[in-house]
């Protein structure tokens, strides 16, 4: 997502040719999922993670949601991103319950495919368009209380860094950690969506954060997430060696 | 500061008129504050609260909140409400302490004008610009911990009704409410400052909350406080009926 403005095959080959190992392809990049597995695989790479299912409210929920799992298996990834969607009325306990019963209606699917649900707290400033779960405490809450390995939580930095509670979330969270994405909080951000910043030119303790992540005994990939036009215009090179740098920097 | 391209004076007039018998002044409006309190005496009106001291990283924050403190005692109101600014590091941890500790030196002076200050979270998505102290839970520990009466929360709908732990969280607050302001949180909110709503436009389970600050025993005025350019360019008629309208419908 970092990389918006490109085909997923040319997010494939540049990732090769940087030394990036694993890729994190969302939905809307997948025109041909047998195809996109054969470029990842023939590039040598990993997939470590299909971003996005969820949207638990929406009709055709469970239908999508059993695709999303297949493609997932599919691609060779065992994680599926759940952004849980939106609010249908003003009753968020039960857009919540909502939620918690599609994802327990999806399980033995995402069971039987060898893919693991993982719940991401979305931010507060997103539950009217993308998702009523807005903590990772509520999401450990859900995943504690449907108790299967194959449902956990998804930490991003920029969803969750801002939460009073994240210390105490994040080793709570120990053994359901699917996904640790990276990126920053721009000051003065004025856009809900779009103005994820690159790694470094925020105010998120992303050490600290890794730290607590790495103690809670996550080892999987750390994906870089970064929704903004401002990246998604960079050259290709320019993208590619600031994002790696960044990381390297910020990050490890 | 639903009126904020009216000066004060008009307000109050406007309130006068319309049967609103309280009214909330945000520091930015007062331009003298003797005559403001003529004005305001003059018209029938209470003073609900005076918006805002805090700040408490900024370089004069303890000067200027003694000033807010004796401002409000002027304004014949034992409420100040207190945003307490951004981190001016990556270090939240300490952006709350520092905080903390600036309501406490604060607090003997609140104490000897009879001003008692109100902790206000702000939405997550105000962090970087204006507050570090995001969900009520946080807001209530730091006024347990100081412990003094003169010290407690004001709950604005839309920087908490998102919280998965609103509930339990006003119950938490009874004793410690002192203010509550209602507004609304509109679909497809793409601004993090200028887009609230005005009541029954927005997905906020108004009537819900109020019930829930009701239930913990909070007797005090309602703020209706909407930063809103389109509701702001409202005409003054419109502006005064479509409030009342809205509030009498969705709150009351």
């Known amino acids: 997502m970092t990389a918006d403005y490109w085909p997923l095959a040319d997010v494939v080959d540049a990732c090769a ?3 990036v190992e694993w890729v994190g392809p969302w939905r809307h990049k997948l025109e041909d999922v047998e195809d996109a597995r054969r470029r990842i695989d023939a590039a040598g790479l990993k997939v470590s993670s299909l971003c996005r299912g969820g949207f638990f409210a929406a009709d055709n929920a469970d239908a999508d949601n059993r695709l999303a799992v297949e493609q997932a298996a599919a691609l060779g990834t065992d994680v599926l991103v759940l952004v849980c969607g939106p609010p249908r009325t003003r009753d968020l306990a039960a857009a919540r319950a ?6 327990e209606r999806l399980l033995p699917h995402a069971r039987e495919h060898g893919v693991r649900l993982g719940i991401e707290p979305l931010h507060p400033m997103m539950i009217s368009e993308r998702s009523a779960i807005v903590t990772l405490g509520e999401s450990l809450d859900m995943a504690e209380r449907i108790g299967d390995d194959h449902v956990g939580v998804v930490i991003d930095v920029y969803h969750t860094f801002w939460d009073p509670r994240i210390d105490e979330q994040i080793a709570r969270a120990a053994g359901r950690i699917l996904g640790f994405h990276v990126n920053d ?24 954060l890794r730290s607590l992540v790495d103690a809670a005994g996550y080892q999987g990939p750390i994906e870089v997430e970064i929704l903004n036009p401002a990246v998604w215009e960079l050259p290709r090179e320019e993208l590619m060696r600031t994002t790696i740098d960044r990381f390297e920097k910020c990050v490890v």
Chains 1, 2 share one sequence.
């Open 17 to 19: 040719e940087h030394g």
């Open 98 to 103: 909502t939620i918690e019963a599609g994802i």
């Open 185 to 208: 909080w721009l000051p003065a951000t004025q856009h809900t969506l779009l103005e994820r910043g690159m790694m470094g030119d925020g105010i998120i303790e992303l050490r600290r």
